[in-house]
């Protein structure tokens, strides 16, 4: 009994001092804001459809590829060499720079989150079908224990057979999050799930958001999450990193090595 307490207590613990440890805000947004970020506390997540113009998604496809070509060095990708990233993207033109300086996406994830934040860098991601794909990111997982916020931009129209984003509802509630590390044997730091663990997870259904080119979701990745598996074709997406102000060069430097 008392080991398998240990893992929700692990999450508990690490809430409780993430709330003392990190800043918080002060920033007051508009009402309109305020309701999507009600909306993201209800749900976990909010979309915004024709955020980005289908011009502008195609040539930043076009920049994705073309990088992909030309500076391999610059890619990050999996031994499948389905997922492939750009760290730092921001850097590669205006369009990506706009997106990544964001105040509005920024002021909602802040308010959301009720911690002061920082972003941290855009992720431009290329993922193609191959054989026995875990789409992006690798599989199951989520970012944090605790309200991690992030933006994803889809370049092109993205359904359940190119890898769309999908998440395990109410996942992301601390009693979820209990009933979750009571059940698995899991927490705080773990944070991948295999596919035999959620399904296990019988209560929490697995929502799929299929959108078309410039939508953009706002989410808590504290959610169990995944780029569902490609069945064929890609998806190319830009995602939005932020992070509390106060480990904000820890996790830089996490995702430098």
Same mark, same amino acid.
């Given at each position: 009994?008392?080991?398998? &307490?240990?893992?929700?207590?692990?999450?508990?613990?690490?809430?409780?001092?993430?709330? @003392?440890?990190?800043? !918080?805000?002060?920033?007051?947004?508009?009402? @309109?804001? !305020?309701?999507?970020?009600?909306?993201? $506390? @209800?749900?976990?997540?909010?979309?915004?459809?024709?955020?980005?113009?289908?011009?502008?998604?195609?040539?930043?496809?076009?920049?994705?590829? +073309?990088?992909?070509?030309?500076?391999?060095?610059?890619?990050?990708?999996?031994?499948?060499?389905?997922?492939? %990233?750009?760290? %730092?993207?921001?850097?590669?033109?205006?369009?990506?720079?706009?997106?990544?300086?964001?105040?509005?996406?920024?002021? &909602?994830? +802040?308010?959301?989150?009720?911690?002061?934040?920082?972003?941290?860098?855009?992720?431009?991601?290329?993922?193609?079908?191959?054989?026995?794909?875990?789409?992006?990111?690798?599989?199951?997982?989520?970012?944090?224990?605790?309200?991690?916020?992030?933006?994803?931009?889809?370049? /092109?129209? #993205?359904? &359940?057979?190119?890898?769309?984003?999908?998440?395990? +509802?109410?996942? /992301?509630?601390?009693?979820?999050?209990?009933?979750?590390?009571?059940?698995?044997?899991?927490?705080?730091?773990?944070? $991948?799930?295999?596919? +035999?663990?959620?399904?296990?997870?019988?209560?929490? @259904?697995?929502?799929? &958001?299929?959108?078309?080119?410039? #939508?953009?979701?706002?989410?808590?990745?504290?959610?169990?999450? %995944?780029?569902?598996?490609?069945?064929?074709?890609? $998806?190319?997406?830009?995602?939005?990193?932020?992070?509390?102000?106060?480990?904000?060069?820890?996790?830089?430097? %996490?995702?430098?090595?």
């Amino acid at each position: 009994m008392i080991s398998k &307490i240990k893992y929700p207590l692990s999450i508990i613990k690490y809430k409780i001092w993430k709330f @003392k440890f990190e800043e !918080k805000t002060d920033l007051n947004i508009s009402n @309109k804001e !305020k309701e999507i970020v009600k909306k993201m $506390r @209800k749900d976990g997540f909010y979309i915004i459809e024709n955020f980005m113009d289908l011009e502008t998604c195609k040539k930043i496809i076009s920049l994705i590829d +073309e990088t992909i070509v030309k500076f391999p060095e610059k890619i990050k990708e999996d031994d499948l060499k389905s997922d492939q %990233r750009i760290w %730092r993207s921001e850097n590669l033109s205006p369009e990506i720079n706009n997106y990544f300086n964001n105040n509005f996406i920024q002021n &909602i994830g +802040e308010y959301y989150s009720g911690m002061k934040i920082k972003i941290g860098f855009t992720m431009a991601n290329k993922v193609e079908f191959v054989e026995k794909n875990l789409g992006s990111g690798g599989g199951w997982h989520k970012d944090a224990y605790y309200s991690q916020f992030k933006s994803i931009l889809y370049l /092109n129209n #993205t359904s &359940i057979e190119n890898g769309s984003f999908q998440f395990l +509802e109410k996942s /992301n509630k601390l009693v979820s999050s209990m009933i979750i590390s009571l059940k698995l044997n899991k927490g705080y730091p773990n944070t $991948r799930f295999t596919n +035999e663990e959620i399904k296990l997870l019988k209560d929490y @259904k697995i929502k799929n &958001i299929a959108a078309p080119a410039g #939508t953009l979701i706002l989410v808590d990745s504290s959610l169990i999450h %995944r780029g569902s598996p490609l069945l064929k074709g890609n $998806r190319y997406a830009l995602t939005n990193y932020y992070f509390p102000i106060n480990s904000f060069e820890n996790q830089m430097i %996490r995702f430098n090595n």
